[in-house]
């Protein structure tokens, strides 16, 4: 294809250089505000370029892991420094890449910043443990060692957080990193990159190979040279990277999706209860996979917590992440609108009731655009499509129930277990809630979307293959244990 000179082209990373792909392809990313502006080209590489980027990961990880943990902190410190310098830059390019509100964009961006800063400071702490010996002359300890090169797959939805808090412990434990950033979102991981670039890590820590999944994720999953793979995304694919990882040995890490719900009980503050499922439901066009997507409200306040929703939701404010006034931007994708508008035209089918929204917006202002309106179902059974699976788009579907002891029955009758919340006064509603949600990240009187960084992450059922990410947790995936016994 021809490239606009105007239009940015965007390279391969390996080995500390910015190299173009070997098969001299490459593909656009559109602005799905517009989907006749061009962000910028990306390469579509190859297995070749793959392995070009894991014998590189493969060379500095030997000299990488003998680096002290304190000094390859140092170095997320910088990244951290020249991450926070092109905050907007970075911000507005994700705004223009993936259609997040430029205000969120930033805030993701900051968070990054955060994560950095924090993994930076895990290069201090403590990897092992002393242990009591049977043999008195005896010194026994555990210690971490890294696992070597390590994967990324990581999604379009967070191009900027998720991408950084798997490379950031990644590396600072010791390991090295081949980086597959999602196609719709590869301009915006070179511009993350470029901030490793500029820390001056050495060459072949971290490196960055776009391109199509069937190619670039399926070389990550069968590598021999990868030893360990960090994916979120769907949970079809995320299956298909567990089982590959499982057939040849390679440690794996797998965080999928989920079908959150919000519990409202009666004695709830139903003005919090409904600022929380709007935010945690429709915030990033519902395109996160801690989002609220079932709204499961007992009957007696059902009535005047659906009008209180209905009467916040009409004065949603929908465009172009990068104006001033927008709040909610449009689908990521021509692709996952279509998912959106196919799972509305099941709840109508399955005979749930539109409550208000459910159609693409068509006027001349977004006609170039994926835009859809924010939409509420009531009259939603439990077996739903609507109610079962994962939509990733602003739908909230809504559930009345008699008592907290259904609300809970249908809140796990799901296969995913990611996240959840409950708004109640009720102290034995919250234990009930805690000891009973089979979810992995659980809050009570706020939105289900949002995890501290500091915070273990991830999910139960087929949300996730049970590991955890963030916070101290990360280092159970990124090392080894190795026992040390010294006797004299």
Not at 43 to 58: G, P, Y
Not at 357 to 376: A, C, H, S
Request: glycine share 10%.
């Amino acid at each position: 294809m021809t490239v606009k000179t105007e239009t940015k082209t965007y390279l391969n990373y390996i080995n500390g250089e910015w190299v173009p792909s070997s098969s001299q392809h490459v593909y656009e990313s559109i602005n799905p505000a517009n989907k006749n502006e061009i962000v910028g080209y990306v390469q579509k590489s190859t297995q070749e370029d793959l392995d070009r980027a894991v014998d590189a990961a493969k060379k500095t990880q030997l000299i990488w892991r003998n680096l002290s943990s304190p000094a390859r902190g140092e170095y997320l410190y910088k990244v951290a420094n020249s991450l926070e310098k092109n905050i907007d830059e970075i911000a507005e390019t994700m705004t223009k890449e993936m259609g997040k509100t430029f205000v969120e964009a930033k805030g993701e961006t900051a968070r990054g910043v955060a994560i950095l800063r924090y993994f930076a400071g895990e290069g201090m702490r403590k990897v092992g443990d002393v242990i009591p010996s049977t043999e008195s002359q005896a010194l026994m300890f555990t210690t971490r060692v890294p696992l070597g090169v390590v994967g990324v797959i990581s999604p379009w939805n967070f191009p900027v957080a998720i991408p950084i808090w798997k490379i950031a412990p990644a590396i600072v434990y010791g390991n090295t990193v081949v980086l597959k950033p999602a196609q719709e979102t590869s301009v915006t991981a070179a511009r993350v990159i470029e901030c490793f670039h500029e820390a001056g890590l050495p060459g072949g820590v971290v490196n960055m190979v776009t391109g199509p999944g069937s190619v670039i994720g399926q070389g990550i999953i069968d590598h021999p040279d990868i030893h360990g793979i960090t994916f979120t995304g769907s949970d079809q694919v995320g299956k298909r990277v567990g089982q590959g990882a499982l057939d040849r040995g390679a440690k794996y890490q797998l965080e999928m999706g989920g079908k959150n719900p919000v519990i409202v009980a009666e004695d709830a503050d139903l003005d919090l209860a409904v600022e929380a499922t709007i935010n945690g439901g429709l915030r990033s066009t519902g395109q996160k996979c801690t989002a609220t997507s079932r709204v499961i409200v007992q009957k007696t306040v059902y009535n005047e917590f659906k009008e209180k929703l209905l009467s916040k939701v009409k004065e949603i404010k929908v465009g172009n992440g990068l104006n001033s006034d927008t709040w909610m931007g449009p689908c990521s994708s021509e692709s996952q609108l279509n998912t959106v508008l196919s799972y509305i035209q099941k709840g109508w089918d399955e005979g749930a009731t539109l409550l208000y929204g459910g159609n693409r917006y068509e006027v001349e202002e977004f006609k170039n655009g994926f835009f859809v309106q924010p939409t509420i179902f009531e009259n939603v059974n439990s077996s739903m499509a609507i109610a079962q699976e994962e939509i990733f788009g602003p739908v909230l579907v809504l559930i009345k129930v008699e008592n907290i002891e259904e609300a809970l029955h249908i809140a796990n009758d799901v296969q995913f277990g990611l996240s959840a919340s409950i708004f109640t006064s009720n102290i034995g509603n919250m234990l009930s809630f805690i000891d009973d949600m089979e979810a992995g990240l659980i809050r009570i009187n706020a939105e289900s979307a949002g995890v501290e960084l500091q915070a273990p992450f991830g999910g139960m059922k087929q949300s996730s293959s049970h590991s955890r990410e963030q916070g101290q947790a990360a280092i159970e995936f990124f090392t080894s244990i190795k026992t040390v016994f010294v006797k004299p």
